[in-house]
Every structure is written in structure tokens, then in C-alpha cells.
């Protein structure tokens, strides 16, 4: 029984953009902070958020909810502003950011901010957390799903694939990984230039790998938001083994300069691509700020 | 000169004892790393195997899955050899375990330098140092099968994470089913005004042995028995200390950093006395027999004896 706020997925696209204009007022509020990925992932957490997970904003520890990991812990911008929109916190709060005393930590830390279900940050870490509640529901015969998102880059990590190894021989068909594979990490691998960088996987090696360890794998365009809500449908709808959604994404999409440029992966704004981001958003033509 | 009871091994009793704890706690889940047949969780596995979990050789990944069966209310007790939990999982202890609170237990199986002819790459003797200097983490080492139980059943209820050491050989028997584990406390073993021995896990044993020797030579010993490394008894250290004024440490451990580190840095601000640490040197093990390996690295009883009598004399 999901409680689903949102109309559809123009109402979700535009949460979405809502979102990216609040993370990097944000960033440039913080001084610092990652862009590229909140923004390859912010479709996807708007659905998430508003959408697909069954959770209660005034109760963030509902026992029964359904968990979500951002193992991708670098990108906690975005989940702290779509837990901001959802009304965890006030969005006024989101300019604490990285600040002294913040709840909203680099990383996200589960000690401190609402709605947060595990700390994460090490990368594949958050994975493996995520692996243990989806197990423990089993074991305890509970009927929330969890939820995980990766980053590509994040796949190099050698935990990930023991996760997988373990999470596929226990079935864990309660657990959906979303791998937010946006074809770029901070430096990555030189390519014919210093400027371009190589993606981590390149065609079907990442669906192939997760294929290969026994996983569900199902792939989608994940700013395509009406075909990434069916997918999470299918996704639901596996039995007998968790479910890897490779998601087909653009680093820092949305914004024209950001998008493929590796350099945006953590970067502060200067005033000018401030103003020409905010506008491409549409923050001055009556979009939220 | 009095001797001590054969007694079973630490890990024996550990898989009994949670065994029996499982039959009326039913938030204890237990995550194995592939060794549950030597550190005996295959105990517990053969009574609850809807409540084992078998991780395979998946240590960084097992420690993170136990982060979140914790987040539900579950109680993962998490065993393998220590080297692999302390060290090659400290990440996942870290960030997902210590950082939260979250209340796992890790089981540190064949730890200290007596595990199995399997040399310097299992043998794990600064696990103690490493996971003291983790905030947010209780650090146990017990001594015999007794202090064991008692201290396995204290833990389950103490809420946090706790690493809690255990060793391969059989170990003689120091308590007897009166005595009282309690996290956290000292516990005076043998009565003595020359000099102040303190010990943790299975090296009290041998402290014991040495203090029956040394008592044959005159040497009257004081043995306090440490099993909580973390939070450390401040008040009874200090007390114990002053009684004779003098202090050897002794541990089946390094000396840097551990039981012997710990009581360095307490008396040093509180009560600074003439202390020496007896124990493993800064060095790492070889494989061998365990009477072996306790000579040449020099934590025998009467190594142990050796050096306690030669601090005493100087």
C-alpha cells in the first residue's frame, strides 16, 4: 500500500527540478559539495520520494516503511533535499548543509538526520547495509521492500560484488539496487584527453555483470520517469531474486554545462554559472527557490 | 603451589552459550564467515538454522549486512577469525557499525598467537589496540569458559557494539560459577602486597601460573584480572596499583596498545608508577605449537614469571 503523493510523472519531473534547484543553492550556499551525481540521480529520488516508497514523513521511523540506501552516500544533497520537499525537515534547513552542527552531514549519517535509514559513504557499504535489513525482514518475516542506490563507479568497489554474491544466494526479491550509471566517476580513466574520461562500463558490462551474479536485471532510461515507475512495477514483481535496475543516466542532467563534464562531480558554481543554472531550471520564471 | 582445572576452550563455550541464550532471546541472529566449524558456531547452526546466516568469505560485506539486521531490532552476532573482522572489515566496523551505535557483536575467533600452526597472516594480536581506539566500541576478553558464559550473557544485554575476543586452545578455569562478569569491571584474582599484575583474557591463566612460581621464590603477586579492555576500570586500576605500588602488565597481546597500553595511559595521568608491559613485542607471529610459539614469544608462565620477577628485583 504505497501512498503516493504525486499525480504522474510530469508532477514527479517537476519535483525533480524543484530539486536540483535547491541542491545547488545548496552547494553554493556550502561553498562545496557534490552536483554531477545528485543530478544524474534526482529523477529517480523524486520518484522514489513520491511515488514508490511506502513511508511516513511525520513518523520517519515507521517500523514497517520501506527502507532506502543511498549507498551512494557522495550524493546526499539530493536525498536530503527530496526528504526536505517530502517534509521530513524544512527546506529552509537544506542551507545548513556541511555546516557546523548540521543534521545534513557530508554524508549521510542515520544517527542524526530523519528519514535517513542507514549511514553510508565508504562506497558498497550502504549496500551491504541495505543487503542486512532486506535479510532481516526475511528472517522476521516482515513485508517492506528496500531499496538501494549505487553509483557506477561505485561498482568498483570488490564489497559490492561479495553483497551480490550473498544477496542473490539468499534471493533477497525484497531488495531492489538502483545503479545510477551515469557513465562518469570523480577522475576515473583517462581517455584521448586529459579533459575526456572513460566510463567505468562500457555497452552491457554493468547489466552484465550484475546478470552474472545471479541477479534480476532490468535497465531504463532514468530520467524517462514514467518508464522508470514501470520498471520499479517489474522490478516489485520479481520473485525469488533481488532485482538490479541499471539506470541509464547523464552526470549533472538538467544543466547544459554540467552534463558529461566529470569536473562537475563536486564543484561550486561561480555567480555567472549560478545565474545561468538557475535559469535553465526555470527558478526565475516562476519555478521555486 | 595450587594449579588450575582444565577447562574447555573460550570458543566452545561461546557456541554453547549462545545457543542456549537463542532458545529464549529470539532477536539473536548469528552471521558466520565461513569458519562456524572452528570458531563453533556450527553449534548454533545445528539447534537455530533458521536464525544462521552462512556469509561465505564475505567479511566486509558480512560486518555491513549485521549493520542492517541491527537497524531492525535484530541482534547479529557476527563470527569469524578476528584478523578478518578487526582488520580486514575495519571499514565496515567503522562506518556502519561503531559510527551508528548499532548493536552487533563481533566475535574475534582464534585471536591472540595461538591459532592453529596457521602463522603471521591469522595470527591476530593487535586486535585489541585497533578496536580500543574505535570510539563508540566495548572491548571484551575473557578468560576461561565461566567468565565466558557470564560475560556473553551480559553483552547481549548491553546495548552497542561490543568486540568480544576468543581463543582456539583450551583454557584452564580461573572463576568458578559464583564470580560475576559485569561490562566494564576488574576483578581481583589472587591477593598479593609485592607487586600488581594486571591480565586480561587467556593470558590471566598464565599470569596466575607465574604468581604460583614466583610465590615459591618469595614474591607475594597481586592479579587483577582486566576482561573489559574498554571502558576501562579507572577507579579500581588506580586502587589496585597503589596497593603495591608497582605494576606489571602482562597480555597475550602487543604491548602497544592494548591492556598494557591502556593501563600506561591511565596510571600516567592518575597515578604514575614504576609499570612495565609484558607481552608480545612489536612484532608480528610464525606458525608452530602452541607451547612452542608461548616460549619464543615469551608469554609463557614461566616467561611470564621471568619477567615479573626481573621488574620486581630491578
Not at chain 1, 60 to 85: C, N, Q
Not at chain 2, 296 to 303: C, L
Request: charge should be negative; proline fraction near 4%; hydrophobic fraction near 40%.
Amino acid at each position: 500500500m504505497t501512498q503516493t503523493i504525486a499525480k504522474g510523472p510530469e508532477e514527479l519531473a517537476d519535483i525533480a527540478r524543484r530539486a536540483r534547484i535547491q541542491i545547488l543553492d545548496a552547494v553554493a550556499h556550502a561553498k562545496g559539495g557534490h552536483v554531477g551525481g545528485p543530478y544524474s540521480a534526482a529523477d529517480m529520488l523524486a520518484a522514489l520520494y513520491f511515488d514508490i516508497l511506502n513511508i511516513r514523513p511525520d513518523e520517519p521511523d515507521w517500523p514497517e516503511r520501506d527502507r532506502f540506501v543511498l549507498s551512494k552516500g557522495h550524493s546526499s544533497i539530493a536525498l536530503y533535499t527530496m526528504l526536505a520537499l517530502r517534509g521530513y525537515f524544512p527546506v529552509e534547513e537544506l542551507r545548513t548543509f556541511d555546516a557546523i552542527n548540521s543534521r545534513l552531514q557530508g554524508h549521510p549519517d542515520v544517527t542524526i538526520t530523519p528519514g535517513i535509514d542507514m549511514s553510508s559513504g565508504s562506497l558498497g557499504l550502504g549496500f551491504s547495509g541495505a543487503l542486512g535489513m532486506a535479510l532481516g525482514a526475511k528472517a522476521q518475516g516482515k513485508d517492506f521492500m528496500t531499496y538501494v542506490m549505487l553509483g557506477d563507479g561505485e561498482c568498483n568497489e570488490g564489497v559490492v560484488w561479495e553483497g551480490a554474491h550473498v544477496g542473490a544466494r539468499y534471493g533477497l526479491d525484497n531488495l531492489i539496487a538502483i545503479i545510477d550509471h551515469n557513465k562518469l566517476q570523480q577522475f576515473g580513466w583517462r581517455g584521448e584527453t586529459v579533459a575526456e574520461r572513460i566510463t567505468p562500463y562500457t555497452d552491457n558490462q554493468l547489466a552484465d555483470r550484475w546478470r552474472a551474479f545471479g541477479w534480476h536485471v532490468l535497465e531504463v532510461d532514468g530520467h524517462d520517469i514514467a518508464a522508470f515507475l514501470t520498471t520499479m512495477d517489474d522490478a516489485k514483481a520479481v520473485v525469488g531474486s533481488p532485482v538490479a535496475v541499471v539506470a541509464h543516466t547523464i552526470k549533472g542532467k538538467g544543466v547544459s554545462y554540467m552534463e558529461g563534464d566529470y569536473t562537475w562531480h563536486s564543484k561550486v558554481p561561480t555567480d555567472e554559472q549560478f545565474a545561468i543554472a538557475m535559469h535553465e531550471l526555470g527558478a526565475d520564471s516562476g519555478g521555486e527557490q | 603451589m595450587s594449579t588450575l582445572t582444565p577447562g574447555k576452550a573460550l570458543r566452545v563455550a561461546f557456541g554453547e552459550t549462545i545457543t542456549e541464550l537463542a532458545r529464549t532471546d529470539l532477536r539473536i541472529v548469528v552471521l558466520d564467515g565461513d569458519t562456524g566449524s572452528s570458531t563453533r558456531t556450527d553449534i548454533f547452526e545445528n539447534e537455530h538454522p533458521d536464525r544462521f546466516f552462512q556469509m561465505g568469505i564475505t567479511e566486509q560485506n558480512m560486518l555491513g549486512m549485521a549493520a542492517g539486521m541491527a537497524t531492525l531490532g535484530l541482534i547479529p552476532i557476527v563470527s569469524t577469525f578476528s584478523c578478518f573482522i578487526v582488520s580486514r572489515a575495519h571499514d565496515s566496523i567503522r562506518v556502519l557499525i561503531a559510527q551508528p551505535k548499532l548493536n552487533v557483536k563481533l566475535m574475534g575467533g582464534y585471536a591472540g598467537l595461538l591459532a592453529g600452526m596457521t602463522g603471521k597472516t591469522h595470527l591476530m594480536f593487535d586486535d585489541v589496540s585497533i578496536m580500543r581506539s574505535m570510539a563508540n566500541m566495548t572491548v571484551v576478553a575473557p578468560a576461561d569458559e565461566i567468565e565466558t558464559r557470564q560475560a556473553l550473557k551480559a553483552i547481549i544485554d548491553y546495548p552497542g557494539p561490543v568486540y568480544f575476543r576468543l581463543t582456539r586452545p583450551n583454557s584452564p578455569i580461573i572463576f568458578d560459577d559464583d564470580s560475576r562478569f559485569e561490562v566494564g569491571k576488574a576483578v581481583v584474582v589472587r591477593q598479593g602486597s609485592d607487586v600488581t599484575v594486571f591480565s586480561s583474557g587467556t593470558q590471566t591463566a598464565r599470569a596466575f601460573e607465574a604468581a604460583e612460581i614466583l610465590a615459591g621464590e618469595g614474591i607475594d603477586v597481586h592479579l587483577v584480572h582486566v576482561p573489559t579492555i574498554k571502558p576501562l576500570d579507572v577507579e579500581a586500576i588506580v586502587a589496585e596499583a597503589r596497593r603495591t605500588g608497582r605494576v606489571v602488565t602482562t597480555e597475550e597481546h602487543t604491548i602497544v596498545g592494548g591492556l598494557g597500553g591502556a593501563i600506561a595511559e591511565t596510571l600516567g595521568e592518575h597515578a604514575p608508577l614504576p609499570i612495565r608491559r609484558h607481552g608480545l613485542q612489536d612484532v608480528f607471529g610464525e606458525s608452530g605449537p602452541d607451547d612452542a610459539l608461548l616460549e619464543k614469544y615469551g608469554i609463557s608462565p614461566e616467561k611470564t614469571a621471568d619477567a615479573i620477577r626481573e621488574f620486581v628485583q630491578s
